[in-house]
T-cell receptor, first 117, second 113 residues
Framework: GAVVSQHPSWVICKSGTSVKIECRSL??????MFWYRQFPKQSLMLMAT?????????EQGVEKDKFLINHASLTLSTLTVTSAHPEDSSFYIC?????????????FGPGTRLTVT | LAKTTQPISMDSYEGQEVNITCSHN???????ITWYQQFPSQGPRFIIQ???TKVTNEVASLFIPADRKSSTLSLPRVSLSDTAVYYC??????????????FGTGTRLQVTL
């Protein structure tokens, strides 16, 4: 089946630094990837839609200059949290759209736990 | 995007059948119903998807009435390892552009001995 990986699985960084999270579709091409954020005991919140070769579309309330998204190839999207602050500490999950896989379209990565100290 | 409503939590004993119902009164004609399972600190995992009537796979069954305004995920003989959060989502897959998924609150299922 379709597999989506994320790297790193967890990261700790100091306040004010930037962190890059990678999302890869391992065995299929993903023209669209999605980035979610999840706080403890809460649901997933969609942050942005990442389209290969074009600018990402951000959900309302998500700062595009703080959460930089680059979808440089059909198998890789990156999320960079710039000037991270403790309130950015969260679980970040990506998903990839596999249009040719069957009726369901999205496969989720294992998530990245970000802790900002 | 159709909004979904699920019970916040459910408890069950190991070996019982668990039915989780989801309401989606504003479901559109092209929308499918998809259920995901999520364990702590992991990404959601696809369980089952359906459009109408009944769908069954090796892990669950999905019952959808004729009006499609609700759906019920049925987990037969749950075990402790089924303790997780279950999300019901509606959307139109493969419409030519990737459709966004909107996650509701989900149902936190706790299975005990």
């Amino acid at each position: 089946g379709a597999v989506v990986s994320q790297h790193p699985s967890w990261v700790i960084c100091k306040s004010g630094t930037s962190v890059k999270i990678e999302c890869r579709s391992l065995d299929f091409q993903a023209t669209t990837m999605f980035w979610y954020r999840q706080f403890p005991k809460q649901s997933l919140m969609l942050m942005a839609t990442s389209n290969e070769g074009s600018k990402a579309t951000y959900e309302q309330g998500v700062e595009k200059d703080k959460f930089l998204i680059n979808h440089a190839s059909l198998t890789l999207s990156t999320l960079t949290v710039t000037s991270a602050h403790p309130e950015d500490s969260s679980f970040y999950i990506c998903s990839a759209n596999n249009r040719g896989a069957g009726p369901y379209e999205q496969y989720f990565g294992p998530g990245t736990r970000l802790t900002v100290t | 995007l159709a909004k979904t409503t699920q019970p916040i939590s459910m408890d069950s004993y190991e070996g019982q059948e668990v039915n989780i119902t989801c309401s989606h009164n504003n479901i559109a004609t092209n929308d499918y119903i998809t259920w995901y399972q999520q364990f702590p600190s992991q990404g959601p995992r696809f369980i089952i998807q359906g459009y109408k009537t009944k769908v069954t796979n090796e892990v669950a069954s999905l019952f959808i009435p004729a009006d499609r305004k609700s759906s019920t995920l049925s987990l037969p003989r749950v075990s402790l390892s089924d303790t997780a959060v279950y999300y019901c989502l509606v959307g139109a897959p493969n419409t030519g552009t990737a459709s966004k998924l909107t996650f509701g609150t989900g149902t936190r299922l706790q299975v005990t001995l």
